[in-house]
């Protein structure tokens, strides 16, 4: 098993409140006009950063509880029935590069509840990803500019507007690859040392693009040489699964990856990883220079395993693989 130092994926989330009337004109009563910070809940970063995806549906909800959310919340303190409609996000033009290694994504979520569908007093607001169930993203009192619980009042003849920010801070493609761990592995011929480079969060690099698609494994695990001409596919299919411990820290797994002696041989075997598209033999697929994986849509290479000297894989031998990974949210 080959294991990794954790990787960190902060966020952070807050909101605002606005009402207007039937004809769209603001109805300022009775509506706290700062911004809220809240929460987004260990479980809703788990679910939004390694699971359906930080761009998707998500459905706003209010309460009347009074007790503060925290990061192991699973749900408003006393949620109200109805929610308003889905809203999804996109990467396209909400991306930053923080100029150390990571970007920060910043989605904004106008969600409005149909006119007269909230009517009453309200003092909490969250993110779901269901309308009716669902895993509870991110939440908190309303509270006014002091800190302090408040509420806000809705009228029949009005309609309550939330604009929920999210923000995510992820691994990109713009500085040098991270090492995330090391060792020494026993071969026949001696032994090697191992260097884990973490791959970008996203398919594609390019700050911004249009691709979403993570890089979270997949059930293909490939050998290459130094040259990037050579690769090797191994024959074992095994899925990543997932676990998280309720406090922030999220483990990915592989199956175990084999090569019986009789399913190839490579002479010099300088990277190994998982996860990607189709594999052609001719087709470089990890940088010697840059240590990542090519970038696009369908590579989806969490990680590279670097072996110098390089592995030798004769038809007498056998070569297996596990990975094992670690983030905090």
Known sequence: ??????????????????????????RPEGCPKNITDNVITYEGAYNSLLQDGIFGELYCAMGTGTVERTRSSTSLDIAVSGRTGYVRASRAG????????????????????????????????????????GTFIAGQLIKDE???????????????????TLEWTVPNGEETTPVIGTGTVTTPEGSSTYKIYSMPYFGQYGIGGEDSRPRLGSNRCFAQNTAGTVGKSFPSSSHWTDSHDGAGTVTRQSGLFAAAPSDFTLGEIRFIASGG???????????????????????TYPLIVEFTPPLIKTSDMSLSIQFSQTFLV
């Open 1 to 26: 098993m080959i294991n990794t130092t954790p990787i960190k994926m902060p966020s952070r989330g807050y909101y605002s409140l606005s009402k207007v009337d039937s004809e769209g004109n603001p």
């Open 94 to 133: 909400n991306e930053v590069d923080n100029a150390d290694g990571t970007s920060t994504i910043t989605l904004v979520r106008e969600l409005a509840f149909g006119l007269g569908s909230k009517v009453g007093t309200f003092s909490e607001v969250g993110l779901y990803t269901s309308s009716v169930t």
């Open 277 to 299: 598209d189709g594999w052609s033999s001719s087709e470089e697929r990890f940088d010697d220079v840059t240590k990542k994986s090519i970038s696009n849509n369908y590579a």
């Open 146 to 164: 002091f800190g302090n619980p408040t509420t806000v009042t809705v009228l029949s003849d009005e309609q309550l507007v939330v604009t929920y």
